[in-house]
């Protein structure tokens, strides 16, 4: 057997090896096996479901002051908990993003920054279904991973997850009527006539999301519902009772779609709220809705998707980052909260650690912060990040590589946020505080604060590690 110093692996990969071994002493190889297995129920390990939807606008829902969008089920999942007008997601668009939120790395240090599809994870990476996996817990995600191909080592069944059904690739996901899915890296073919309600991928991935929780009901799950929509192509099924309602509206066709999955996706969310409390494990439950980055269109004067925040998804202004994030936990979690806590996505893997009782389980170099303190209620506890980072390398679909000078950044610090669209140009800096829409640019009059965020910026991030696609099969981008 190779010793660590043979194989010439850094404290991530060894971390890695020992979390998952471990884990194997603990845990089966797959979910059919685990769900055989006897209930731990340790009390203080809550069942933890996290939705992430796809290019939802900060300003999409009911209860972030949206009159076109019908929300009544997230809305009152708002009302029974708590949602946070300043949450941020990892970056401007959706694989960058979700690789903060699955490592705990920002923009400047996290394994995946490019936005082509199949980049994959490291093996050495660390993921937050793997730490909670180490603490006991059975993971299953569902819906879209954009963090590795089939055949890659990025693949969610060798990042943490038991069980994984729906997209590896993300231009595989802009297809709801594709012919097939994956499920640990099997295809499984998908029936039913195009354009039909059994064909269109959301209703099974969605129908899998609820029966990993039934069949999970007796011990602790990590489920994460990483669903599609409305991200586009914007296609519904017309039978769908969410498309009735809007399909009349003298609205674009597209803006008509993008609201009709936002009520659909509300619709689901009732579902499983209800299921959860007709398994009679609701309070023992917490779950999150979030959205993965900004609107991919503001559709303003219809939707106004981005409310009064400037730009939408691809930019690095609030537009782009900031996202809506709802949390709800009976009993534990007071209802009716609003939190105006700067947040993002690194701060996912130390969250969720923590309410799992696993926080020494987590890789000691990341980026994030717990905000437990101020779920529940204890805000004075509440450590707040001093700077926010992110960036991202623009890409030339067309010649198929980064633009030349393309790194856009950003940096959230207190109430100021600097952007700037190249890293051959000044700092932008707006005062949030009194600027939510970015529209003064301070930076003149403000040069102390320039300098302290690129004195900060200068030693944020590292070079990343070449951000390859896979080798793809034959007049095809993916698997």
């Known amino acids: ?37 006897a209930n731990p129920s340790p009390a203080n390990k809550p069942n933890i479901v996290f939705i992430i939807v796809d290019d939802m606008g900060w300003a999409d829902l009911g209860c972030y002051g949206s009159k076109h969008i019908k929300t009544p089920n997230i809305d009152r999942m708002a009302a029974e908990g708590m949602h946070f ?27 995946v920054r490019g936005n082509t599809g199949g980049i ?71 029936t039913g006539e195009q354009g039909t309600a059994q064909r ?18 007796d011990r602790p799950f990590f489920c994460y519902a990483p669903w599609t929509p409305p991200h586009g192509k914007y296609q519904i099924p017309e039978s769908d009772p969410a498309w009735q309602m809007y399909r009349d509206k003298a609205w674009p066709k597209n803006a008509k779609v993008a609201a009709a999955m936002d009520t659909m996706l509300d619709r689901h969310v009732g579902q499983l709220l209800a299921l959860l409390k007709e398994l009679n494990i609701d309070e023992h439950t917490i779950v999150f809705f979030v ?12 939707l106004d998707s981005s409310g009064p925040l400037r730009a939408f998804k691809r930019s690095m202004y609030e537009g782009g980052i900031r996202v809506p994030m709802i949390v709800r936990w009976p009993g534990r979690i007071k209802a009716s909260k609003v939190s105006d806590l700067p947040c993002y996505f690194a701060d996912v893997m130390p969250t969720l ?16 912060l717990s905000i437990v303190p101020t779920l529940r209620g204890q805000a004075r506890k509440q450590k707040k990040h001093e700077f926010m980072y992110w960036e991202w390398h623009k890409y030339n ?17 207190g109430k100021w946020k600097a952007v700037r669209h190249n890293s051959n140009v000044p700092f932008e800096l707006y005062d949030l505080e009194k600027d939510i829409s970015e529209k003064y640019n301070a930076a003149a009059e403000h040069p102390d604060i320039v300098a302290k965020i690129e004195k900060y910026v200068a030693t944020a991030r590292t070079d990343p590690r070449p951000q390859f696609e896979p080798r793809k099969p034959k007049g095809r981008q993916f698997r």
Not at 200 to 217: A, G, M, P, V
Not at 355 to 368: E, H, I, K, R
Request: aromatic share 10%; charged share 20%.
């Open 120 to 190: 994959p994870l490291r093996d050495e990476d660390i993921t937050v279904a793997e730490v909670l996996k180490k603490a006991g817990y059975v993971t299953g995600g569902f819906g879209k991973w954009g963090l590795g191909e089939v055949g890659t080592p990025g693949v969610p069944e060798k990042q943490g997850f038991d069980d994984f059904f729906g997209y590896y690739h993300q231009i595989h996901a802009h297809d709801y009527w594709t012919p097939y899915l994956w499920h640990n890296s099997k295809k499984v073919p998908m």
């Open 397 to 413: 679909w067309g010649k198929r590589g980064n633009i030349a000078d393309g790194l856009t950044q950003a940096v959230r610090m």
């Open 1 to 37: 057997m190779m010793s660590i110093k043979d194989k010439n692996m850094d404290r991530r990969g060894f971390l890695k090896i020992v979390g998952l071994g471990a884990a194997s002493l603990a845990m089966p190889g797959c979910a059919s096996a685990s769900r055989r297995r």
């Open 353 to 368: 650690a923590e309410l799992a009782g696993a926080s020494q389980l987590m890789p000691s170099n990341v980026d994030g």
């Open 200 to 217: 269109y991928s959301h209703n099974r991935i969605f129908n899998e999301t609820l029966e990993f929780i039934r069949q999970n009901k």
């Open 85 to 111: 007008t300043q949450a941020y997601s990892g970056c401007t668009v959706c694989a960058p993003a979700r690789s903060v939120l699955m490592t705990g790395l920002h923009m400047g240090h996290t394994s």
């Open 291 to 302: 959205s993965d980055n900004g609107a991919a269109q503001r559709f303003d004067g219809v």
